[in-house]
């Protein structure tokens, strides 16, 4: 069969949240010509192995905890069986499976060209697609979007790292492990620990340093650290590992090697499975960068500006693969504002994203909340004297009718600079922080000051009514 060559305006490499987002908007919105084109499934590692499966798998991890709270309030709840892992997984890939059409539907909807295979670059303005038949496409487009996302990266200088997974192979574990070692100290590995331990698996979690998250502030570090130990999650930290050793029954045992401050001279731990979680790679691997002159950085990402311009004129990129803010929603709104600024009216010929104070939250167990400077951050910015600190800690009233060593812990901070105390960071933990930081993002955002916050009366009994009585 000849090859098939295809003409279009716009040409997205790419079909996760936002190269989607783009696309759409291209073509559902402003008549572009626009193709997308995707290897795997669509939707990305958001709705595949990211967000999605990882909130629902968290939703099923609360639910256990809140199984045993219960009987602090009176309720006598009996398990009969232990967590279905297996049927679990079966609805949560249903659910799964029905955003993917989801997703197709919009395409179509839009009118965006959607073609399954695997694209690498040409030229500057065009593109092979490997199609899954075999066949091969060549797309010709005035402007290309690299939106490829990234993947799980693995340890290449420990031995039998291979056999180990990482958070893509979380959501494709058959039955539940009894006995896991997760390496690394993301929001990823800290979201999965907690989702091991709460669903019942002894979970060990190897971390470099003495917290995780530690790009995150301080505050959240030390008191999510401290209360994952409390919960009897295992944390090893300064620890490094040697090696992974399967074992020689046929099982999935694995003994992993390694080091700890408790074990500076060595260690074992037996475990049916390892999860590396250090970190994400751009995908970048076969997709022709080099034949069309566009320009990486050290760790291979994408180099794009604020404006997701690359280094060539007609191609742009946004993302994972570009590395600024791996975060879905900011990837889909940089993807809209793309294709606002080059296909939509004149007003909008100056759109791009501000990637400023964009909120963020950890799903861990309590939940986590960010935007804005830490106090490390701010103070290095601004100077210590021009940065006022309001903070507190407290036990939700979720807690009263628990003992002391049941009680998780609340804790929330204000970073406020110069005299008119603007708050240039705000961090919270404890119950409800996902939720609670959306709306108080929006007043940072706004550019509210210390006096805004205290301006609003406060919602009783809440633990939210905590940041406008800061004193």
């Not at 010509?33 to 999605?52: D, P, W, Y």
């Not at 909807?109 to 490997?130: C, F, I, M, Q, T």
């Not at 250090?278 to 022709?288: A, M, N, Q, T, Y």
Request: glycine share 10%; hydrophobic share 35%.
């Amino acid at each position: 069969m000849a090859p098939i060559t295809k003409e279009c305006d716009y040409l997205v490499i790419g079909g996760g949240s936002g190269g989607l987002a783009s696309a759409r908007r291209a073509s559902g919105m402003y008549g572009a010509k626009a193709i997308a084109v995707e290897s795997n499934r669509l939707g990305g590692t958001c709705v595949n192995v990211g967000c999605v499966p990882k909130k629902v798998t968290w939703n099923a991890a609360s639910i256990a905890e809140t199984i045993h709270e219960a009987a602090a309030y009176g309720f006598s709840v009996q398990q009969t069986a232990p967590f279905d892992w297996a049927t679990f997984k079966k609805k949560r890939d249903a659910y799964v499976a029905g955003l993917n059409g989801i997703y197709e539907k919009n395409l179509i909807n839009d009118k965006v060209e959607y073609l399954h295979g695997r694209a690498h670059l040409l030229s500057p303005h065009s593109a092979e697609v490997r199609l899954d038949d075999g066949t091969t496409a060549t797309v010709n487009a005035k402007k290309i979007l690299l939106a490829t996302g990234g993947h799980p990266t693995i340890p290449t200088n420990i031995p039998g790292a291979e056999l180990g997974i990482t958070s893509d192979g979380f959501f494709e574990l058959p039955k539940q492990p009894k006995r896991v070692a997760l390496v690394g100290a993301g929001y990823i590995a800290v979201e999965m620990a907690g989702m091991f331990h709460h669903l019942g698996s002894e979970t060990h979690l190897f971390i470099r340093h003495d917290t995780f998250l530690r790009s995150f502030d301080p505050m959240i570090q030390e008191k999510i650290t401290a209360e994952y130990e409390r919960q009897g999650i295992h944390i090893h930290k300064q620890s490094s590992q040697q090696k992974l050793e399967a074992h020689n029954d046929g099982s999935d045992w694995k003994t992993l090697h390694y080091k700890d401050s408790k074990n500076p001279d060595g260690a074992t731990l037996d475990v049916d499975c390892v999860l590396w979680a250090i970190g994400r790679s751009p995908e970048v691997e076969d997709l022709g960068l080099d034949k069309a002159g566009v320009k990486q950085n050290e760790k291979r990402q994408i180099v794009a500006d604020d404006f997701q311009n690359t280094n060539v004129p007609n191609i742009f990129s946004l993302g994972d693969v570009a590395g600024k803010v791996e975060l879905t929603p900011v990837a889909i709104a940089a993807g809209r504002r793309l294709s606002d600024r080059l296909f939509g009216p004149p007003h909008l010929s100056q759109s791009k994203l501000d990637y400023s104070n964009i909120p963020s939250v950890v799903f861990a167990h309590p939940e986590a909340g960010s935007i804005g400077l830490t106090e490390p951050q701010a103070r290095e910015t601004y100077g210590d004297e021009n940065i006022k600190v309001y903070k507190t800690e407290f036990t939700a009233m979720y807690y009263a009718m628990m003992d002391a060593d049941q009680k998780g812990p609340t804790a929330y901070k204000l970073v406020c600079q110069g005299p008119e105390e603007k708050v240039v960071g705000l961090h919270i933990l404890g119950l409800g922080s996902g939720e609670m930081l959306q709306g108080f993002g929006v007043a940072i955002k706004m550019g509210a000051t210390k006096k805004d916050f205290d301006s609003c009366v406060a919602i009783h009994p809440t633990s939210a009514e905590e940041l406008v009585t800061l004193k």
